[in-house]
Nanobody, 120 residues
Framework: QVQLVESGGGLVQAGGSLRLSCAASALKFSINTWGWYRQAPGKQRELVATITNGGTTNYADPVKGRFTISRDNAKNTMYLQMNSLKPEDTAVYYC??????????????WGQGTQVTVSS
């Protein structure tokens, strides 16, 4: 049973930084695309950033220039470095991993979420 476990959330003042980690366990294959999503109270879950196994990254406009996504394939771990945090970044952050097998079947894995709170 593949599990994704996030860590690194917490409370930080505006302008501060946090680093989120997402570790995959029981993984016998390499995730194709990792992603971070977030959901603020009363809002839908939204994409924050993604990174492919080739290292191609994609960022949502609100976080461009402030957040950096990275991955360590050897450790099956993904990171999100968040700098210059703003109160509007407050949300539960979810780790996502997508695997596509040789039959092109897609498998979607999610972590349990980690709370990030940015105070003004």
């Amino acid at each position: 049973q593949v599990q994704l476990v996030e860590s690194g959330g917490g409370l930080v003042q505006a302008g501060g930084s946090l680093r989120l980690s997402c570790a995959a366990s029981a993984l016998k294959f390499s995730i194709n695309t990792w992603g971070w999503y977030r959901q603020a109270p009363g809002k839908q879950r939204e994409l924050v950033a993604t990174i492919t196994n080739g290292g191609t990254t994609n960022y949502a406009d609100p976080v461009k220039g402030r957040f950096t996504i990275s991955r360590d394939n050897a450790k099956n771990t993904m990171y999100l470095q968040m700098n210059s945090l703003k109160p509007e970044d407050t949300a539960v952050y979810y780790c996502n991993g997508v695997y596509i097998d040789s039959m092109y079947r897609k498998y979607d894995y999610w972590g349990q979420g980690t709370q990030v709170t940015v105070s003004s």
